[in-house]
């Protein structure tokens, strides 16, 4: 059965350094998606992305995320300056389609650890 | 806005016993309802959810969730847990319409012998 993927499955980084966050989602599904949950904390959108572009984002989402989808098959989540305060574990997720009839399926997870 | 409530940070319960994890959300539009599992070191994975139509979903795994509107709620529940059923279960919702997921905090089902 297809699957999202994640690597690395942990990240230890330091404050102000860069991090990028890698998923490979399901090959022909057409919406890709990250949420993070900081440990204790609810599991948080942080944006959507259709089409070669931000379809939603979160307010967490600020200027210091940015996602890519470099080539065919990898969606990247990048933090540029790391503050303590984004260690969480970051879900991918994509989907065929919009909207509630088609299920996000989603990955393992990446857990960021910024000291 | 949507927010989700799971009163329950964890539920320890016996092998065979029933379980039920409650959800309850707030919302000024009409939502979809979702169950999600987590098993360790793995994804989210959907377990059942309502969009519209009969209350009461079944979904997978032996879980069934029953949408009620006056109380706001969606719990979960299945009326005899096996130890694998041990893993963590979040209640989402979403906007119609929309496919952003507002999650709660989760539920940690711990089932032992």
């Known amino acids: 059965e297809p699957e999202v993927t994640q690597t690395p499955s942990h990240q230890v980084t330091q404050m102000g350094q860069e991090v990028i966050l890698r998923c490979v989602p399901i090959s022909n599904h057409l919406y890709f998606y990250w949420y993070r949950q900081i440990l204790g904390q609810k599991v948080e959108f942080l944006v959507s992305f259709y089409n070669n572009e931000i379809s939603e984002k979160s307010e967490i989402f600020d200027d210091q995320f940015s996602v890519e989808r470099p080539d065919g098959s990898n969606f990247t989540l990048k933090i540029r300056s790391t503050k303590l305060e984004d260690s969480a574990m970051y879900f991918c997720a994509s989907s065929p389609g919009t909207g509630a009839l088609n299920e996000q399926y989603f990955g393992p997870g990446t857990r960021l650890t910024v000291t | ?113």
Not at chain 2, 48 to 64: A, H, M, P, Q
Not at chain 2, 71 to 76: D, I, M, N, V
């Open chain 2, 1 to 113: 806005a949507q927010s989700v409530t799971q009163l329950d940070s964890q539920v320890p319960v016996f092998e065979e016993a029933p379980v039920e994890l409650r959800c309850n959300y707030s919302s000024s539009v009409s939502v979809y309802l979702f169950w999600y599992v987590q098993y360790p070191n793995q994804g989210l994975q959907l377990l059942l959810k309502y969009l519209s139509g009969s209350t009461l979903v079944k979904g997978i795994n032996g879980f069934e969730a029953e949408f009620n509107k006056s109380q706001t709620s969606f719990h979960l529940r299945k009326p005899s847990v096996h130890i694998s059923d041990t893993a963590e279960y979040f209640c989402a919702v979403s906007a119609e319409g929309y496919s952003t997921l507002t999650f709660g905090k989760g539920t940690m089902l711990l089932v032992s012998p």
